[in-house]
């Protein structure tokens, strides 16, 4: 795997810090290339760490805390949703634990780009260019992912976990984080009067 920029150790272990349930990934590999996926991102937009972003689903939305909230809420409620699932029907679903915890943990890794005060700046002035943003977070994750060469399920994921999963058949992994993604937010805004759109 090559990436542009040489990555910075400080970051992948913040990365880690941050997110401890990249731990749960029992495949040294892919939890290797998650880590590798955010570093890069993060790094490449101008963030040393994850809670340097809000805890919003875009820029312009109220959001809660910082970004890293957000990537841990969906992890648990995903895991939580197929583990149940489980128990409920008694029988074994077929998922990859890994692929979906993989799945979870990246599928905002485009954030870093959408939310980069200095693309946001110039996005700003030069819209007619650039467009307003230029790329949302799904598109710009899936870049990651393809650069980091994540399995295919985590790129369909990152891509296609917001509204720009409506053109495409979301596969069971991306339906749960789908689920878990927008369950979170909308369950804030109606506990916390949070003023969170629906696109």
């Known amino acids: 795997m090559m990436f542009p920029i040489e990555l910075n150790h400080d970051i992948k272990a913040g990365v880690l810090k941050t997110l401890p349930m990249i731990n749960d990934i029992k495949d040294e590999e892919l939890r290797r290339r998650v880590v590798d996926a955010w570093t890069f991102s993060l790094q490449a937009?101008?963030?040393a760490k994850i809670e340097e972003m809000p805890g919003s689903g875009m820029p312009e939305a109220e959001g809660l805390g910082d970004q890293s909230m957000h990537l841990i809420v969906v992890t648990l409620t995903a895991m939580s949703i197929y583990d149940n699932l489980e128990k409920?029907?008694?029988?074994?679903?077929?998922?990859?634990?890994?692929?979906?915890?993989?799945?979870?943990?990246?599928?905002?890794?485009?954030?870093?780009?959408?939310?980069?005060?200095e693309n946001r700046a110039r996005w700003a002035i030069e819209y007619k260019k650039t467009g307003k943003p230029n790329l949302r977070h799904p598109a710009y994750g899936a870049y990651i992912a393809l650069t980091a060469e994540l399995p295919e399920e985590v790129v369909h994921v990152c891509a296609n976990h917001s509204p720009e999963g409506r053109f495409v058949t979301r596969s069971a992994y991306g339906t749960i984080v789908h689920y878990a993604d927008d369950g979170s937010w909308f369950s804030l805004a109606s506990l916390l009067d949070l003023n969170i759109p629906k696109l």
């Open 88 to 117: 409920a029907y008694k029988m074994d679903l077929g998922l990859d634990r890994d692929i979906l915890l993989a799945c979870a943990i990246c599928h905002d890794i485009g954030k870093p780009y959408e939310y980069n005060p």
């Open 45 to 47: 937009n101008g963030y």
